[in-house]
């Protein structure tokens, strides 16, 4: 059973920057897109960020220009840059990976355990 293992959340003032990272637990057949979620409270869980295989990029309007999302595909690994933080980007932030575990298996959407990014103002 594969995992994807977040880190580098936390509390920072508005205006600083976190990094976080996402990886899998174990070698991975294949990899298709991967991206960065985040929830406040109840809420609906909403895309921040996804970059594709090929390393093409997508942004929520509300992060453009400020996080930055990459990806290491021999780590399997996904991670976002996140600059300029205001304390409206308080959630707890999800990485996503769509990934073939084995060769005989499907593509399906591994989540990781989430990760709390706390702005303050």
């Known amino acids: 059973q594969v995992h994807l293992v977040e880190s580098g959340g936390g509390l920072v003032q508005a205006g600083g920057s976190l990094r976080l990272s996402c990886a899998a637990s174990?070698?991975?057949?294949?990899?298709?897109?991967m991206a960065w979620y985040r929830q406040v409270s109840e809420k609906q869980r909403q895309l921040v960020a996804l970059v594709a295989r090929d390393g093409s990029t997508n942004y929520a309007d509300s992060v453009k220009g400020r996080f930055t999302i990459s990806r290491d595909n021999a780590k399997t690994a996904v991670y976002l840059e996140m600059n300029s933080l205001k304390a409206e980007d308080t959630a707890v932030y999800y990485c996503?990976?769509?990934?073939?575990?084995?060769?005989?298996?499907?593509?399906?959407?591994?989540w990781g355990q989430g990760t709390q990014v706390t702005v303050s103002s």
């Open positions: 996503l990976a769509n990934l073939r575990y084995l060769p005989d298996d499907n593509y399906r959407d591994y």
């Open positions: 174990e070698r991975i057949f294949s990899t298709n897109v």
